[in-house]
Each structure stands twice: as C-alpha cells, then as structure tokens.
C-alpha cells in the first residue's frame, strides 16, 4: 500500500509560478512512474507529466515548456515546477504513483488560476 500527501498548490495569478510536492510513503518494493495529473471541473483527469524510473519524462501539450516533473528517489518524492500559469491551468492536481500494476492516487491539491 502506497500513501500520497500532495502539496503546494492555492491561488496565482496568471503569469504566476507555482511548485507541487508529493511525498509517498508506505510499504513498497520499487515505483516504477511518478507523475502529475489534473482534472478541472466538468473535464476528464488529464495527464500532466509523468516521470520513470530510468528518468524518462513525459509532458501533456499543453504544458510542456512550461512544466517541469522531477523525483527524488531517495526521499520518494515527486514535483512539478509550473510556470507562466494561466487560467487553463486552474484544476485539481493529483499526484499519482504506479507501483508494480498498480495506480495510487493522492488526495488532490487545488491550483487557481485568477486576477
């Protein structure tokens, strides 16, 4: 069983810049992928970025040049660098951890996007 605690997001204006942290603990043999995804109302989850063992990196168009995903293996972490937020980036940010064939989800972080 894998727990994730999100943190990190609140209120930017556009332009703005913002860092998500998640930090995942529980009894676990290796994560294989850590990424970001988001679902903003009356939308599907989306992917945002994901990150792989071996350090591959994978970004949604929309923000790629923009985002940036890293992980810290030895604390079991994932963030996500945000730049030059705008109001499409309003959503609530999940923080997900695929362990084996499994999916873990955290709780969630809202991240708005407003002048």
Not at 69 to 97: F, G, W
């Amino acid at each position: 069983q894998v727990q994730l605690v999100e943190s990190g997001g609140g209120l930017v204006q556009p332009g703005g810049s913002l860092r998500l942290s998640c930090a995942a603990s529980g009894s676990f043999f290796r994560i294989k992928a850590m990424g970001w995804y988001r679902q903003a109302p009356g939308k599907q989850r989306e992917l945002v970025a994901s990150v792989m063992s071996g350090g591959t990196t994978t970004y949604a168009d929309s923000v790629r040049g923009r985002f940036t995903i890293s992980r810290d293996d030895a604390k079991n972490m994932v963030y996500l660098q945000m730049y030059s937020l705008n109001v499409e980036d309003t959503a609530v940010y999940y923080c997900n951890v695929k362990v084996l064939s499994f999916d873990f989800w955290g709780q969630g972080t809202q991240v708005t996007v407003s002048s």
